[in-house]
């Protein structure tokens, strides 16, 4: 009796020992999703950054929907974030951590708004839990107490120790005084313009004329390849020179016009000859684009010096007095006079 008693207390713990331990592990499992947050700092200075960290503890194999990672939290702007997880607990629950990395720039008091998680279990069931929000305090970088930073004061007009009238009368003198200095500046160019004009009118025609062919010859216009200007400028010394010399108007003529008034004053046959030969190269040069020869070229500026000294103005001694006294005489190429 009392073996069949022992035999049946055996059979009865080996079938207690074999349905303890399934009922242990499904009372610890976990079928709740739950969130916690939490910051290192309640109080920050406005533009430093904290952290913001949040827990989530969730059921084996079940499938969180997670929130956007954009770049702001609520009003506070997202410095960086990192997902650490899942990690498996020994009770069978997921622990997923989220830490953010936030900064503000606003002071005052500002909260972190609740945080919402959902999950969908493998029955298709779906949990729901929401955080805790957070109140901030940014405080500002200035201190609020402070007594040496005040507010700016108003402009203080500075009183005027010069009347308004003198400033008018002092600018009004000076515009008078700048007007006087240009007037006496102007009249002094104009009398030295009008001394220069009459010492060039008493000057004969050849001097003058004979300056600007040297004046011309150390242009060096011709060793530049630069032959038209050379040529305008010859023909233009030329024609004035003809122009004073004759009481033409050898500037307004053509070659061709000017030839016939210059034959009109009867002048040796050389002479006509020379200073048709060099207008009429000069206008092929500045008209036909025609390039003389090196030595025509270098010879342009000594016919013009020839027919200068052949037809300039000479002065005569008269028998009856010492002075001189200028005299037309047309000097041949083998009488000039020097």
Known sequence: MRCRYRLRLLVGLIFCLAYARPVVAQQNRTDSLSVTVAVDQERITIGDAFQYVVTVVSPLEAAIRWPDTGKTLGGFDILSFDHDGPYIRPDGAHVDTLRYTLTIYTTGVQVIFPLSLSCVLVDGSELFAVSDSIPITIVSVIDDEAT?????????????????????????????????????????????????AFVDSVRPPHEKALDE??????????????????????????????????????????????????RRLEMPYEQVQLINRLLQESDMVKFAKFTPEPDPQSQSIQNARDIIEQTRLVEVETPDSDETSPKEVSVRADERKW
């Open 148 to 196: 040496d930073i005040r507010d700016l004061k108003n402009p203080v007009e500075i009183p005027a120790s010069i009347p308004w009238y003198i400033w008018v009368a002092g600018g009004v003198g000076l515009i008078l005084l700048a007007g006087v200095i240009w007037y006496i500046i102007h009249r002094r160019r104009q009398r030295d313009e009008v001394v220069e």
């Open 213 to 262: 062919l040297d004046q011309l010859a150390r242009f060096q216009w011709l060793a530049q390849g630069r032959v038209k200007t050379h040529y305008t400028v010859l023909s233009e010394i030329l024609r004035r020179y003809l122009s004073a010399r004759y009481k033409i108007a050898a500037m307004e003529f053509t070659t061709t016009e000017l030839m016939v008034s210059i």
